[in-house]
């Protein structure tokens, strides 16, 4: 089993930048894919970024393409993702999640979930 928890929410400017942390319990981290979602206020929790266990696959959404970066630290048990060029429309409680399933887009692939942080991005 692995327990995740998120850090590095915010309020941020547009055009701003953050950078999401999020630290994984467990000796098998780098035995699992990793990803993070977004939710934002009355719309379905959608896919941000995913990374396979190694580090060597990554994928991202087009919303979000060119601007954030997911990495990960096996030796840390940690997965990022860094923000940069925030928008007002990036604005939602960020999730990260984790399968050993394999590196895919779709919440119904991920078995272990944080329990969120809030980012907002002001116009």
């Known amino acids: 089993q692995v327990q995740l928890v998120e850090s590095g929410g915010g309020l941020v400017q547009a055009g701003g930048s953050l950078r999401l942390s999020c630290a994984a319990s467990?000796?098998?981290?780098?035995?699992?894919?990793m990803g993070w979602f977004r939710q934002a206020p009355g719309k379905e929790r959608e896919f941000v970024a995913a990374?396979?266990?190694?580090?060597?696959?990554?994928y991202s959404a087009n919303a979000v393409k060119g601007r954030f970066t997911i990495s990960r630290d096996n030796a840390k048990n940690t997965v990022y993702l860094q923000m940069n060029s925030l928008k007002p429309e990036d604005t939602a409680v960020y999730y990260c999640?984790?399968?050993?399933?394999?590196?895919?887009?779709?919440?119904?692939?991920?078995?272990?979930w944080g329990q969120g942080t809030q980012v907002t991005v002001s116009s």
């Open positions: 999640a984790a399968t050993r399933t394999l590196t895919t887009m779709y919440t119904r692939d991920y078995d272990y």
């Open positions: 990374i396979s266990w190694r580090g060597s696959n990554t």
């Open positions: 467990g000796r098998t981290f780098s035995t699992y894919h």
